[in-house]
């Protein structure tokens, strides 16, 4: 068994981790950047240490700094969540050489079915059925274009590296080619620290069926059952739930058998997810992500076994302690993500620190979350704020506990997700089970007005005020980049110091908007930025006459592109901003001519 696990992540999925590592009797060590230091997971961890100064974007993808600080901590494994360096071969390869274990599949194994395009090669060899597409990366938009011409419209541009959503654009006419290559190239690049790109045909209505699988260092695999994550918006999943209503029986089987035929044929060890599409009762692969799930809460709770546990104990080289046979679901499972997003607006990033929190709690009612009261939330990071899991023995248990742990959920001071997970939980065709990816598009109209009920105006305040000082106060310092905190009394009062951070609230490390210039009011004359980001395109010069939803510039936030578009028709006067320039909510990103 493993002793010390260094989680290389944030958020709620380093949370996660840990939790699994103490209940194992495992020590845990949290890494953070700068805009992480007074984070949940920093202080929940046995030990913690700073990765990285600014820009927070790249600490946590700082492969050198991790494996030495692994080092430093005397951890014996590094666990790194999803998302960051998880599915990056050259870390897990740089792991191993270290002298440490990776907490997931080889490198090799990475390269072989990490890789989308490379997975693909993998399920042509053994049969399992597929989307057709490249089986090599794109050279550039021109090869995109001829390719786009094969299949047909709609196509999909993807990255090589991706996941999430991230670096994954639709195409439907080929002048629409180019910028939506070059968008997804940028969001790989910033996302992955690779930006190749592939193509496949675009299925119009599919659902999105993935299987959780486990595999031991002694060449067991098995399917832990699928899951149905077609409530998606930019392509990225808001709700998930475990088992899919699509499914029948023997076509869940078939495609368990399907889905471990790819980790078969590379030897992969540890926890692993086959992604495909299902449309008129025929499923394609899609790609397969070679870590832990946001999602693997649902299968959890359906099949009764710990998945990080699981990945941990596989790494540590114990053997599958169950079979494929003893594998039986039992109930049904609803994950909603709570993300920091604004849902009437296109689901628009949305930034500012939570000034009052409660969890929702009962009987199958699970929250993983990654904050707190007081908390402000990063820009630099993807919104994800929470997760909430609901189990019932039946699909409509599962839902009314849904909508209860829904209403009993409250986030003050940040805008979110909640009230459109509680329109869609009503929606008819989501208790139906008639749900595709085109969900949204297809019950906009309907689900909108209830979001819009549900929604209450938030108002975003600065996080509380310190206590009043008493004898003694608790301050968090670093020494050769490591944290501690350290209490400090007055003369004759001894002073105590922890290695382990202290789990009281605190408030976030900055007012709420310091950094950010007042919002001014949008005028006729000026188009703005609504949310805070960093400008990574701007598609309008001066002198140029555009349409009213014309995109001008492409702000960055959240690890997500948002297309801001001209309010009216006119001719664009002056540029304000340009590319690689931070800019505030409500910065004038252009000016009309007069």
Known sequence: MLRKVLVANRGEIALRVMRACRELGIACVAVYSEADRHAPHVEYADEAFLIGPPPATESYLNMERVIAVARQAGADAIHPGYGFLAENADFARAVTAAGLIFVGPSADAIEALGGKVAARKIARQVGVPMV????????????????????????????????????????????????????????????????????????????????????????????????????????QKLIEEAPSPALTPELRTRIGQDAVKLPQAVGYVGAGTLEFLFQDGQYYFLEMNSRIQVEHTVSEMVYGIDLVQAQLRIAGGERLWFTQEQLTPRGHAIEVRVNAEDPLHGFRPALGTITAYREPVGFGVRVDSGVRTGWSIPEHYDSLLAKLVTWGETRDQAIARMRRALRDYQIEGVTTCIPFFRATVEHPAFVAGDVTVNFIPQHRDALMP??????????????????????????????????????????????????????????????????RAAAPAASANTIVSPLQGV????????????????????????????????????????????????????????????
């Open 132 to 235: 057709p597409g490249t089986i090599t990366p794109l050279a550039d938009a021109a090869e995109a274009r001829q390719t786009a011409a094969q299949f047909g419209y709609p196509v999909a541009i993807k990255a090589v590296a991706g996941g999430g959503g991230r670096g994954l654009r639709v195409v439907r006419a080929e002048d629409e080619i180019e910028a939506a290559f070059q968008s997804a190239r940028r969001e790989a690049e910033i996302s992955f620290k690779n930006g190749e790109l592939y193509m496949e045909k675009y299925l119009d209505n599919p659902r999105h069926i993935e299987v959780q699988i486990l595999a031991d260092t002694h060449g067991n695999v098995v399917y832990v059952g699928e899951r149905d994550c077609s409530v998606q918006r930019r392509h």
């Open 535 to 594: 400008v990574s395109e701007i598609r309008a010069t001066p002198g140029q006459a555009v349409k009213a939803g014309q995109v001008v510039c492409i702000v960055q936030a959240m690890k997500m592109e948002n297309e801001i578009t001209a309010p009216r028709d006119g001719t664009i006067g002056e540029l304000r901003v340009e590319p690689g320039q931070s800019v505030a909510a409500g910065a004038i990103l252009a000016l009309y001519a007069e």
């Open 450 to 515: 209830q979001v819009e009920a549900y929604a209450t105006p938030t108002v975003v305040h600065g996080p509380h005020a310190p206590a009043a000082p008493d004898e003694a106060r608790t301050f968090d310092v670093e020494v050769n980049n490591r944290r501690f905190s350290v209490r400090v009394s007055e003369r004759g009062v001894p002073v105590s110091v922890s290695e382990r951070p202290a789990h009281a609230p605190r408030p976030a490390g900055r007012p709420n908007g310091a950094g």
